[in-house]
């Protein structure tokens, strides 16, 4: 009987751990949301240390948990907390929501937000006042939107519900994060499932923030998990509709089309043709800003930084471009030579396509961490920490010697040389056999 007592006691004060680590965790977030709604200016030391402190609470509880004390009832609740906290913030450190409100008013206004840049409205006085200011903030007003079709339907139902407010965008893709937290838990262990759930980075970027990778990683990882299923109508339907929203989606399209027969393939075409037919018939689309992105832009890069101290920048393309397609072919042949379909390497394609790519966001590991919940590694979640160091700009620094939205040299080499110290030691352990991920667990 004693020792039953002890074990019913000993899970209590470990069900009290993983609550107090979130109830930490939901007062680190709501001292942030308070901070982000003041006039005064947060500076990057306070932003660090909260969500430090809330990554902290966060291993605390994944540490001590197991399946018995980590139902998914109490991670979905606190998962919740933390989001509902997040919306009621202001965006940290970004400004691209400003596009997609000014979006969503030209879509309502005219039908398209696409073919016309944002500067050609400069001094045009038919513009309301509140979407002008919406207009004087938008980042990169000479280019046209880079977002696409699916999301622009997003941005529209944000207009129609709250005009030139971001609070709707913030909401919507909250919830279809929880939707994304409900699927990984149908996909793996709740355990791991609580490393993407109580994510700092995944808060920031979707709750504070409204970035619509979420949404578009979410409509991706449907697809998979309804390939998986065998509903192939709706995993080919699903994977349109995120390939509408990015083109990152794309590197999925072969992994789930294979082996099905051709009319999968045209009703892949079809669901992404009529996204995209009502803005083509208007004479343009999302392309004239994505060729812009993909020819000019370099922000927080490793290996196309570190190539482009000595090669022009289209070599420098060609050279990284033919290394991921080598990585990505040795995969997709991996993946065709499985006798049943199995769920590809995501980690490990989206990975070194963050590795090889010239922009690198932080929210661009949206696409990544559903992977690291289902393949989980010390590198993956190590980068997810690693990228909240881009933020580390001359603008917001204060910085006179750097530019304004570039990353001092030495917080490149700290971000990335982490990020490989993982990786070594991944590799290192899995080939000695002496640790794994998996083995992490507190034993009652």
């Given at each position: 009987m004693n020792t039953v007592f002890d074990i019913c006691i000993k899970r209590n004060r470990l069900c009290w751990t993983i609550d107090g680590a979130g109830l930490f965790c939901a007062v680190g977030y709501s001292v942030l949301t308070w901070l982000s709604l003041q006039p005064e200016h947060l500076s990057l030391t306070t932003y660090y240390s909260l969500l430090a402190l809330c990554l902290l609470a966060s291993l605390v509880a994944f540490y001590y948990a197991d399946e018995k004390l980590l139902t998914p009832a109490r991670l979905l609740i606190w998962a919740a907390c933390f989001r509902m906290i997040g919306v009621c913030g202001d965006p940290l450190w970004e400004d691209d929501f400003f596009r997609y409100l000014w979006d969503g008013y030209r879509f309502y206004e005219t039908g398209t937000p696409y073919g016309i840049a944002p500067a050609t409205f400069f001094g045009d006085s038919s513009i309301p006042a509140r979407f002008y200011g919406l207009l004087a903030q938008v980042n990169y007003p000479d280019v046209p939107t880079i977002y696409g079709p699916t999301l622009q339907y997003t941005f529209l139902l944000s207009h129609m519900f709250a005009p030139a407010q971001i609070g709707v965008l913030q909401v919507f893709y909250a919830l279809i994060d929880m939707a994304m937290i409900l699927l990984l838990l149908r996909l793996t262990r709740v355990r791991w499932v609580l490393l993407y759930a109580w994510s700092p980075l995944v808060i920031k970027e979707i709750a504070f923030t409204a970035h619509p990778d979420g949404f578009a990683a979410m409509l991706m990882m449907l697809a998979l998990y309804c390939?998986?299923?065998?509903?192939?109508?709706?995993?080919?339907?699903?994977?349109?509709?995120?390939?509408?929203?990015?083109?990152?989606?794309?590197?999925?399209?072969?992994?789930?089309?294979?082996?099905?027969?051709?009319?999968?393939w045209i009703l892949f075409v079809l669901v992404l043709f009529a996204l995209y037919a009502p803005f083509l018939w208007q004479g343009a689309s999302d392309m004239g800003g994505l060729l812009v992105f993909a020819r000019d832009w370099q922000f927080n890069s490793s290996a196309y930084a570190l190539l482009r101290l000595y090669l022009e920048p289209l070599t420098v393309k060609m050279i990284l471009g033919i290394g991921f397609l080598g990585v990505y072919a040795a995969l997709l042949w991996q993946h065709v030579k499985a006798v049943n379909w199995t769920m590809p390497r995501g980690d490990i394609i989206f990975g070194v396509f963050l590795l090889v790519a010239p922009v690198v966001n932080a929210w661009y590991l949206l696409w990544l961490l559903p992977f690291a919940v289902l393949f989980p590694r010390l590198w993956s979640w190590t980068f997810s920490v690693m990228v909240l160091l881009s933020y580390c700009v001359g603008i917001n620094l204060n910085s006179t010697e750097v530019a304004a939205f570039e990353m001092p040299l030495w917080i490149l080499i700290l971000e990335y040389s982490t990020v490989f110290a993982a990786v070594i030691i991944d590799v290192w352990f899995r080939y000695s056999r002496r640790y794994s991920l998996n083995s992490i667990s507190y034993k009652i």
């Open positions: 390939r998986q299923q065998q509903w192939l109508v709706a995993a080919v339907s699903m994977l349109a509709f995120s390939v509408g929203a990015k083109v990152f989606a794309l590197l999925m399209v072969p992994f789930i089309l294979l082996r099905l027969s051709f009319c999968y």
